[in-house]
């Protein structure tokens, strides 16, 4: 096999410790190994990246081992051409697994060309995506500090959540500090209902009617004072992502305009994937990366499990959430396009589909710089309907017989 890159180096990466392989090759074809380690702290790294440049490498390739690939790429990006390798790609022969060993290999491997990068954003969307995963993890904080609320409020006769279409609304802040405050007087606590909630008066007295006692006071207190630290944390991180995300405004908008795709979900799928497609050289392989589409799994002519490929969990969860939304609208292209799935498939698989085709609207419509024209339901329903007379006309071919399909007359309908 011939030899691609003359001077490179693989990087077995750890928490604490990174080994290294050089392999160099002389204008007269001679191959020379070093292997050095190396920590893991910031001037360890600056010391390896010495050492590579002193020794002339071009390029540099490294597992991705957790979060502990973050701090030796982003220091080597200036100075190499760094390949981020999936370790999936990396396997070897079995038995012969040491540190040393998987830096020699990885660097074999690089000398040949045999490598493939895994994505990695520029430094802007990966600061973006920090900030946006965070809002994320806070936001699923706040769900769980709701739902432990809920469970106290239960556990106390407290049937608010029967009454109030949202227990968080005003209305139900107002009466939870109430109660914290010692107010157990049903109609007090019902007169602190505001707006609609004030037609259901009667139903909030029998609902506020409960044992609500000092333990409950001080637990309610702790979970209120949390999901608000919460929700103040939430929207310092939110406007902050929107200072961030002003140089691509446009961007947004075009994301913002597909079917069942927000504001907030398009500041995450901008983080995720980038404003620039070129980085994908089609919408497949988009959709291949994002773990949205089947898997294919193929040997000795048998098909093995369609099971996708994991991709960014965060990339998957908004468009699962964009999907569901879409699902919902009225005559839309996607819903429409759910439904047809959904008679075949059932729901799960549906909600893939519907992802799956986000994900390459997102894609056509960044590469192009076009907004989100939805076509309309009228668009699938002819696309099944073309599909049902085919295979009406194959099941009839397959009894035997000819079949010749011609448009029936407007006279001639019943």
């Known amino acids: 096999m011939r030899r691609l890159i003359d001077r490179c180096a693989g990087i077995d990466v750890g928490q604490a410790l990174l080994v290294v392989c050089v392999r160099l090759v002389d204008p007269a074809g001679k191959l020379t190994e070093e292997i050095r380690s190396f920590g893991a702290t910031v001037p360890d790294l600056v010391a390896l ?29 200036g100075e190499f051409e760094v390949l981020l390798v999936n370790a999936q790609h990396l396997k070897h022969v079995p038995g012969r697994k040491t540190d040393v060993i998987d830096a020699q290999w990885i660097a074999e491997l690089l000398s040949y060309g045999l490598l493939r990068p895994s994505f990695v954003p520029p430094r802007p969307f990966r600061e973006l995506r920090d900030l946006t995963r965070y809002r994320k993890a806070l936001v699923r904080a706040r769900t769980g500090e709701i739902n432990r609320l809920h469970k106290v409020l239960e556990d106390a006769g407290v049937k608010l959540a029967t009454v109030a279409t949202d227990v968080m609304g005003v209305s139900g802040r107002e009466m939870m500090r109430a109660l914290i405050d010692g107010v157990t007087d049903p109609q007090v606590l019902a007169d602190l209902a505001r707006a609609r909630l004030r037609t259901k008066l009667p139903q909030l007295h029998k609902a506020l009617t409960a044992r609500f006692g000092e333990h409950h006071a001080f637990l309610l207190a702790r979970m209120l004072a949390h999901v608000e630290a919460l929700e103040a944390d939430i929207d310092v991180l939110s406007q902050r992502i929107a200072e961030l995300v002003e140089p691509w405004t446009g961007q947004l908008m075009i994301l913002d305009s597909i079917t069942g795709v927000g504001p907030r979900a398009a500041e995450v799928i901008l983080a995720e994937i980038g404003p620039d497609m070129s980085q994908f050289p089609t919408a497949g392989h988009l959709a291949s990366w994002a773990g949205r589409c089947p898997g294919q799994r193929e040997s000795a002519g048998k098909r093995g499990s369609a099971k996708p490929r994991k991709g960014s969990p965060w990339l998957a969860d908004v468009l699962t959430e964009c999907a569901w939304a879409a699902v919902k609208t009225k005559d839309t292209y996607l819903s429409a396009y759910y439904r047809q799935i959904m008679r075949r498939q059932g729901k799960q698989k549906a909600i893939m589909a519907v992802s799956h085709k986000i994900l390459v609207i997102a894609w056509n419509l960044l590469s192009t710089g076009a907004l989100y024209d939805d076509p309309g339901a009228a668009v699938v329903r002819k696309t099944t309907d073309d599909q049902m007379r085919r295979r009406a006309v194959r099941q009839l071919e397959a009894l035997g017989l000819r079949v010749t399909v011609e448009p029936r007359e407007p006279h001639e309908a019943a």
């Open 49 to 77: 990246r010495d050492w590579l440049v002193s020794v002339e490498v071009t390029h540099v390739a490294m597992e991705s081992t957790g979060v502990y690939w973050k701090a030796p790429y982003y220091l080597l990006e």
